[in-house]
Nanobody
C-alpha cells in the first residue's frame, strides 16, 4: 500500500508561482509512473505532468513551458513547479502513482485569482 501526501497549494495572483510536493510512502524509483493530475469543478480529471516508466516526462499542452515536474528519489518526493499561473489553472491538483497498482493522493487546491 502506497500513501501519497500533497502539499504546497494555495491562493496566488495571475502570473504568480507555486511549488507543489508529493511525498510517497514507498520507493518512487520502483514506481512505473508518478506525477500530477488536476480536476477543476465541473470538469474531467486531466493529466498535468508525469514521469513515465522510462524516466521521461510528459506534459499537458496547456502547461508546457510554464510547469516543471521534478523528483528527489532520496526523499521519495515528486515536485511540480507552477509558473506564470493563469486563472484557468485553478483546480484540485492530485498526485498519482502507478506501481502498477494505481494510487491517488487527497489533492491540494490551487486557486489563481486577483
Amino acid at each position: 500500500q502506497v500513501q501519497l501526501v500533497e502539499s504546497g497549494g494555495g491562493l496566488v495572483q495571475p502570473g504568480g508561482s507555486l511549488r507543489l510536493s508529493c511525498a510517497a510512502s514507498g520507493s518512487i524509483s520502483d514506481f512505473n509512473a508518478m506525477g500530477w493530475y488536476r480536476q477543476a469543478p465541473g470538469k474531467q480529471r486531466e493529466l498535468v505532468a508525469i514521469f513515465t516508466i522510462s524516466g521521461s516526462t510528459m506534459y499537458a499542452d496547456s502547461v508546457k513551458g510554464r510547469f516543471t515536474i521534478s523528483r528527489d528519489n532520496a526523499k521519495n518526493t515528486v515536485y511540480l513547479q507552477l509558473n506564470s499561473l493563469k486563472p484557468e489553472d485553478t483546480a484540485l491538483y492530485l498526485c498519482y502513482a502507478r506501481t502498477p497498482r494505481i494510487y491517488w493522493g487527497q489533492g491540494t487546491q490551487v486557486t489563481v485569482s486577483s
